[in-house]
T-cell receptor, first 113, second 115 residues
């Protein structure tokens, strides 16, 4: 068990560019979550997968955001036409069906300039 | 508006002091969790409480879930500099499938313990 892995750890991009983040959950965890956290705030829910099915999406997830989890393994979060307001820490977490607790990755820090 | 209100937002104390952090809501939660987060890292789960009135202890940390499952507290005894970090409470709302879906997080309490 190597924990939840997120790549890249840091991403700096110019406004208008597309970015993609990857999350590799703990292998036996079938539930995967994406959250966004800005300075001085707690994590805000973005979306949730059970295996490969995307079961819930926040209204925060505009049409510029898309997430996938092919084959119920790793997940990707893509942001198209980035805006400065997208600058944040993007956190991925996973958990098994029997466990209430999340295991978070270290996050991807996005800076849009 | 936040579903979970944490207080205080900031806490700066000397080593050896005791402290309590509060997490309150008007909503009922099926479970409530506490996490600790360090700069540049993801939150790390400390404890999960699921029963109203439940008290859990983790070394010098004591967690309590309110009888009505609307609030929780974290008490640290004899704080140490290693306790410094952002403490977050997070809850799962009651209802079908709620325990498997999203968690709602508070804004966090930034604790600094000085030697």
């Amino acid at each position: 068990d190597t924990g939840v892995s997120q790549n890249p750890r840091h991403k700096i991009t110019k406004r208008g560019q597309n970015v993609t983040f990857r999350c590799d959950p703990i292998s036996e965890h079938n539930r995967l979550y994406w959250y966004r956290q800005t300075l001085g705030q707690g994590p805000e829910f973005l979306t949730y997968f059970q295996n490969e099915a995307q079961l819930e999406k926040s209204r925060l997830l505009s049409d510029r955001f898309s997430a996938e989890r092919p084959k119920g393994s790793f997940s990707t979060l893509e942001i198209q036409r980035t805006e400065q307001g997208d600058s944040a820490m993007y956190l991925c977490a996973s958990r098994s069906g029997q466990n209430y607790g999340y295991t978070f990755g270290s996050g991807t820090r996005l800076t849009v300039v | 508006t936040q579903l979970l209100e944490q207080s205080p937002q900031f806490l700066s104390i000397q080593e050896g002091e005791n402290l309590t952090v509060y997490c309150n809501s008007s909503s009922v939660f099926s479970s409530l969790q506490w996490y600790r987060q360090e700069p540049g890292e993801g939150p790390v789960l400390l404890v999960t409480v699921v029963t109203g009135g439940e008290v859990k202890k983790l070394k010098r940390l004591t967690f309590q879930f309110g009888d009505a499952r609307k609030d929780s507290s974290l008490h640290i005894t004899a704080a140490q500099p290693g306790d410094t970090g952002l403490y977050l409470c997070a809850g799962a709302l009651t209802g079908r499938g709620s325990t498997l879906g999203r968690l709602y997080f508070g804004r966090g309490t930034q604790l600094t313990v000085w030697p």
